[in-house]
């Protein structure tokens, strides 16, 4: 079956980095869009960052952009979500999410989801 595994989070100060990782299996990854999405304590899910199947498109969010990079190796059925210069707001749990038909979006329409992996930032 298909399983989206993230790894990677944890608790970090304000200013400074991590790097979530999401390993899936069960699914042709290299056919797959890919993106990450993240449940602020209280919150709605919201969209953080995608990528397209081959990584040529990515997409961020507003809030993100600039600080955090998506990326993908297809050799490794692995998404990475590079996150730098961390303030509080970036508190949340972070989910991967992929669609086997390569539709990139920006929208909460991934087929599969991973189970999550918590980012604290402290100030």
């Known amino acids: 079956q298909v399983q989206l595994v993230e790894s990677g989070g944890g608790l970090v100060q304000a200013g400074g980095s991590l790097r979530l990782y999401c390993a899936a299996s069960?699914?042709?990854?290299?056919?797959?869009?890919m993106g990450w999405f993240r449940q602020p304590p209280g919150k709605e899910r919201e969209f953080v960052a995608s990528i397209s199947s081959s990584g040529g498109s990515r997409y961020y969010a507003d809030s993100v952009k600039d600080r955090f990079t998506i990326s993908r190796d297809n050799a490794k059925n692995t998404v990475y979500l590079q996150m730098g210069s961390l303030v509080p707001e970036d508190t949340a749990v972070y989910y991967c999410?992929?669609?086997?038909?390569?539709?990139?979006?920006?929208?909460?329409?991934?087929?599969?989801w991973g189970q999550g992996t918590q980012v604290t930032v402290s100030s």
């Open positions: 999410a992929a669609d086997p038909r390569g539709i990139l979006s920006t929208t909460a329409r991934y087929n599969y």
């Open positions: 069960g699914l042709t990854f290299s056919r797959c869009a």
